[in-house]
């Protein structure tokens, strides 16, 4: 039912109450955490140290057992914190509840959650089928590092359809070199800045039809932008969900931190590549984002209602070209159509495209008083920036222009402030343009 594995946290959490059953914005304020063994106190402390002492010497044996893989399933109490942690597994316990996963785990960063989820699946001669566009780092850890390792890939648009999923997986299933596989099917959606959407369902279909059982690649998908909230993408058919928890889950632009929700067989071979090369999450982080998680429905459902009021303000505004945001699809549109599949809700990070180009872009951003001029995305507070020049700046010139990454375009993440002084803020800047 769940990955509790401390002997020093309850083993049977409630998550109902008779045959109610409690939602995670509930749980996140004492699941897996018991007050009792730790004083009385009402929060988890923050558990500095870097070993745990053993009751008896059979117990160190039966936990090395757990850590090394040589029996399935993780460990069954605390080791070394390279391996683990009180914080870390409570904020696992606290994560997969929100996907509904198995089992979840934490990382120091999204990429370091990314590099030892691929590092795991992949030997040389296989080949990744991946969406495009990626993240920057992860398609540079893809194409650059992993192909120093006989690692190949074959990317399709993120927007593809079935057939072109199919064609994709048989070219990819004809890369592979000295009896190597299909190792990994990774996905991102929506991709960024294009915010098109992937259609999951149709990804698993496509699986399904080209590979037999055991040979079937995993699902990973990135969910940083729309998850946990407004996309559980597990539902339709991903087998592992991959976050950047610096971004909502965090909230408050002040920590890095990296997790993975799903499978929990595949996300086990995953933790001992993490106990290996000691990519875990540090006690403090982790302590913070239990923090975070307790606000996360807030937090997010107040930024999503801020987008939905800002972003109908800025779609009629003479010096705006348009507006890149999934509440505004086309309906009848292949993508209104995944959306409706697969979406609760248009999230809050959008691409504002001005009229004119890098001029009135810097124009804009310098003119802003309450929206702070940064990248990332996902905090309490509205930032923004210019893809072109900062983020993607050394994307080659056609492939920005495929990508819509234009000198015009703006992004923005909103964030938890009043929606007026949001619009009061954009009107002000939009002036100074
Ligand atoms: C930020 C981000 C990452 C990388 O996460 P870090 O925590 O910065 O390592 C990966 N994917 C997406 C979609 C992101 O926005």
Same mark, same amino acid.
């Given at each position: ?32 955490? /018991?007050? !009792? ?10 558990? %500095? ?30 080791? =070394? ?6 914080? @870390?597994?409570?904020?696992? *316990? ?48 893809? $194409?650059? +590092? ?18 072109? +999923? *199919? ?7 004809? @890369?592979?070199?000295? &009896? ?5 099917? =990774? ?8 915010? $098109? ?11 399904? !039809? ?25 539902? @339709? &058919?991903? /087998?592992?969900?991959?976050? #950047? %928890?610096?971004? =909502? !889950? ?12 799903? /499978? ?24 913070? %984002? ?47 159509? +995944? ?5 609760? &809700? ?21 003119? %802003? ?18 893809? !072109? ?16 990454? #234009? ?15 949001? +619009?009061? *803020? ?8």
């Amino acid at each position: 039912m769940s990955n509790e594995t401390s002997s020093r946290r309850p083993k049977a959490p409630r998550t109902s109450i008779g045959n109610h059953q409690l939602s995670p914005a509930t749980l996140m304020m004492g699941h897996g955490f /018991d007050p !009792a063994l730790s004083e009385g106190s009402l929060k988890p402390p923050i558990f %500095l140290t870097s070993t745990f002492v053993f009751e008896k010497a059979a117990d160190g044996k039966k936990f090395f057992e757990g850590i090394t893989g040589r029996r399935p399933g993780g460990g069954d109490g605390l080791v =070394y914190s390279r391996f683990n942690g009180p914080n @870390q597994e409570i904020l696992e *316990d606290r994560l997969r509840l929100w996907e509904d996963g198995e089992a979840a785990l934490s990382f120091s960063s999204g990429m370091s959650a990314i590099a030892t989820l691929l590092f795991t699946f992949v030997r040389p001669g296989d080949v990744i089928v991946h969406s495009g566009p990626l993240y920057a780092a992860t398609e540079t850890f893809i $194409a650059k +590092i992993l192909s120093q390792f006989g690692v190949t890939y074959v990317d399709f648009p993120a927007g593809a359809t079935r057939e072109e +999923i *199919d064609t994709a997986l048989t070219k990819a299933k004809g @890369q592979t070199t000295n &009896g190597g596989r299909v190792a990994l099917i =990774y996905l991102e959606s929506p991709a960024n800045p294009t915010n $098109a959407l992937v259609d999951v369902e149709a990804v698993a279909a496509s699986r399904a !039809a080209a590979f037999s059982g055991g040979d079937a690649p995993p699902i990973a998908i990135d969910n940083t932008f729309l998850g946990p909230l407004w996309a559980r993408p597990i539902e @339709q &058919g991903a /087998d592992i969900s991959v976050y #950047s %928890l610096t971004k =909502y !889950a965090g909230g408050h632009s002040d920590l890095v931190a990296g997790g993975l929700v799903g /499978d929990k067989a595949l996300l086990d071979r995953v933790r001992t590549m993490r106990n290996t090369i000691g990519t875990i999450c540090d006690p403090n982080t982790a302590w913070m %984002l239990l923090r975070s998680l307790e606000t996360l429905e807030l937090r997010m459902s107040r930024a999503g209602e801020n987008a939905v009021k800002v972003c109908d303000f800025l779609k009629d505004h003479p010096k705006v070209e348009k507006v890149g945001y999934l509440g505004f699809l086309d309906p009848g549109s292949r993508q209104a159509d +995944i959306f409706s599949r697969h979406c609760s &809700g248009a999230g809050s990070t959008f691409s504002l495209y001005l009229k004119g180009g890098e001029k009135e872009a810097f124009a804009f951003l310098d003119a %802003l008083q309450i929206a702070h001029l940064a990248v990332s995305l996902g905090g309490t507070e509205t930032l923004a920036s210019a893809p !072109a020049a900062m983020t993607h700046l050394s994307v080659p010139d056609e492939r920005k222009a495929a990508l819509g990454i #234009s000198d015009n375009l703006v992004r923005i993440s909103i964030g938890v402030e009043d929606a007026d002084d949001l +619009i009061a *803020d954009f009107a002000n800047a939009l002036n100074a343009v």
